[in-house]
């Protein structure tokens, strides 16, 4: 326990995001992986999260029962390689893949692995999208491990997985758990035919409400996309729109990638800036929890 | 039931919101009201929303006893006067009004009157601030009446109140009751010693935090707030900084207003944009209902 308070009393950490285009090869994406953290633990980084399923191209363009022999166990191989990785380096690393769990079930995880080496444990996402080139109710089981923290060797980290980054509640929970930072892995892009008419209002309002969670919740928020145009085997295509970025506890961007380009984003987390905004934003202090039982349904009867 | 189910098939409406100095009587302000919802309605407005505590300049920069002396039972005197205008004019009217509730106990409300000049109802404010020179914990009662919507002549409206803006569970729940427009009436400014290191953040924060609210329940919000530097007797300074504003369903903005001038600000509410978006961006579907209990704690034991 001392150790752990000792932890916390850290007063910052620097945030590494890996944005990349996906290699057609796991074992492509994995060495390049490695590359970038070395990279970005060289320029400072101390907490590294990777992008959503970053073992493989976003194989979810299409329905197709091969792509579940992608999946692996978590921890397994791909956590074991890189805990090896985070010993030497001493980061902390959030490694999302996709997670086979037994015959037949699946999930898209996120490890979280600290800077000894130590496998801390998973999310398992919680809110799985249907669109079109967007088929993850096909292959992933929703999450039953609920919203999670841990405290890592820089600070107390919540992770959690692209479609997540539409729902408030999901934000809350996870920094209700006292998160200094929310981590977004995710795989966003846009429809090339629809990019011209809504590409630039869908990129703003993910952003934008992203950067609302750090502000509702006075936390840290650090979201890596991939980039780069993947077509499917379906015909399918997407163009993965980047903009990685981290928000401070009053949504201010701190840093931001570009949206065609491999990037190392590097940003501080300073902790100090989350006790002083909430301190004079108490959001906390005046939620009515006893008002928000509505949460837990669907939607009104009859609304 | 006829009649409701022909309204909600209304594919529209004009929102018209009204922003406004304060001046410091009661009267004048009602009087500017009427003339601003006169040209308001004359623009083609149809649900008109004014400003919180729009009788008044904001009186909570002091802790006064005597200003209790303000406060008016809802539906009272304003709301009469109100349904009058309402009925005339053909609008809908959403009032915020410091009610006085019975002895020694007030309100921070929100009457909703159709445009028939009926008294629909009324929000009593949630979620209730204190900080230097919004001393509102002193005068108002946290709401008892939950989150609610209208169904007005020209759409479902829900009613929130300025420091709900920084909650979305307060957004969530009444867009849960099929808001097609959530309203914000709002009385925010800045401290003029703090704005040159954090006004652009505070404001930008702000609003931000609204348009996410549209975007995470596919619906309208439209903020409104007055303008105007406001010395309180007790030495205290704040300058409302206006900029009212409509977003859409995917947090666009389809009007906004400056942050120094009295305005009414006129924006279409198209209804099919509603359903339109979401359709695409499903995020009722997907919502953990699940694994949302703990949003009624405070924060997490431990945490």
């Avoid at 990279?39 to 029962?65: H, K, M, S, V, W």
């Avoid at 903009?243 to 501080?268: K, N, T």
Wanted: charged share 25%.
């Amino acid at each position: 326990m001392a150790a752990k308070s000792k932890k916390n009393r850290a007063d910052g950490a620097v945030i590494g995001l890996i944005q990349a285009r996906a290699e057609s090869k796991p074992e492509a994406n994995l060495a390049k992986m490695e590359v970038m953290i070395r990279r970005a633990a060289g320029n400072g980084a101390q907490i590294i999260c990777l992008q959503e399923l970053f073992l493989t191209p976003y194989f979810c363009q299409a329905e197709d029962y091969a792509c579940f022999q992608l999946a692996e166990p978590v921890p397994g191989p791909t956590t074991e390689r890189l805990g090896r990785l985070a010993r030497r380096l001493k980061v902390v690393l959030i490694a999302p893949l996709f997670e086979r769990r037994a015959r037949g079930i699946y999930h898209n995880t996120a490890a979280v692995i600290d800077a000894d080496g130590r496998y801390l444990g998973k999310y398992r996402k919680m809110h799985i999208p249907d669109d079109p080139l967007f088929y993850e109710k096909f292959y992933f089981t929703p999450g039953d491990l609920g919203f999670r923290v841990w405290d890592t060797k820089y600070g107390r980290v919540g992770v959690l997985i692209c479609w997540d980054q539409w729902y408030p509640e999901a934000a809350r929970l996870a920094a209700m758990q006292g998160a200094d930072i929310l981590f977004y892995p995710t795989a966003i892009g846009w429809h090339p035919r629809e990019k011209a008419a809504l590409g630039r209002a869908q990129l703003e309002a993910w952003q934008m409400t992203q950067r609302a969670h750090a502000i509702a919740n006075g936390c840290y928020v650090a979201a890596v996309n991939r980039v780069g145009l993947e077509r499917s085997a379906g015909g399918g295509c997407l163009e993965f729109w980047g903009r990685s970025f981290v928000a401070d506890p009053m949504g201010r961007l701190v840093a931001e990638a570009g949206a065609d380009c491999e990037q190392v984003v590097l940003a501080e987390a300073r902790f100090d800036e989350i006790e002083e905004t909430r301190t004079h934003w108490p959001f906390f202090r005046d939620r009515r929890i006893d008002a928000y039982g509505g949460l837990k349904e669907r939607f009104y009867p009859g609304g």
